[in-house]
């Protein structure tokens, strides 16, 4: 199953691509899609939107994650990066791809194994449960952790549900 994570920012917004094959991972693609900072509100999510689709086309994913948004002292800022979040929800579902949400916490806890593990812990250990990835971006890093995490809770879930049936 290939697994789009996704880490929703204005001005950059993080995506990466794992295979799951049962407990295996492997990395297919990261990057990053940007916004035009000079651009008017509108359309910069109007970018943002655009980049996730092609990502979504290209790679064809099944299903996809995205990173919970945290708040931010600035209540426009916070705003603001909550309408982007929305627009990169926003493509997955309108592929009809099942969006999954994952708190930073959750995240952090299901890549690294503490929920307040630092963003070089979280690129350290990326690279170590996916041979071969090497994003540049911490963004990207980021993005791929969503979808690590996604795979792994995933798998969790329906071995807990094969478990539960009579």
């Known amino acids: 199953m290939r697994i789009l994570g996704l880490d929703p920012g204005l001005r950059v917004t993080g995506w990466g691509i794992v295979e799951a094959a049962g407990n295996r991972l492997s990395h297919v693609a990261d990057g990053v899609v940007t916004s035009d900072d000079r651009a008017a509100l509108a359309d910069r999510l109007a970018q943002l939107h655009d980049g996730v689709m092609a990502v979504i086309e290209r790679f064809n994913p099944a299903e996809a994650a995205v990173e919970e948004t945290f708040v931010n002292r600035n209540p426009l800022s916070t705003l603001k990066l909550g309408q982007a979040r929305g627009v990169v929800m926003l493509a997955p579902a309108r592929c009809g791809l099942v969006v999954a949400e994952y708190t930073p916490n959750a995240v952090k806890k299901a890549v690294v194994g503490r929920g307040h593990a630092e963003k070089a812990q979280i690129a350290l250990m990326v690279r170590t449960l996916l041979p071969g990835a090497d994003p540049t971006r911490t963004d990207a890093s980021d993005a791929l952790a969503v979808a690590i995490?996604?795979?792994?809770?995933?798998?969790?879930?329906?071995?807990?549900?094969?478990?539960?049936?009579?």
């Open 149 to 166: 995490c996604h795979a792994h809770l995933r798998a969790s879930q329906r071995a807990l549900m094969a478990g539960a049936r009579p």
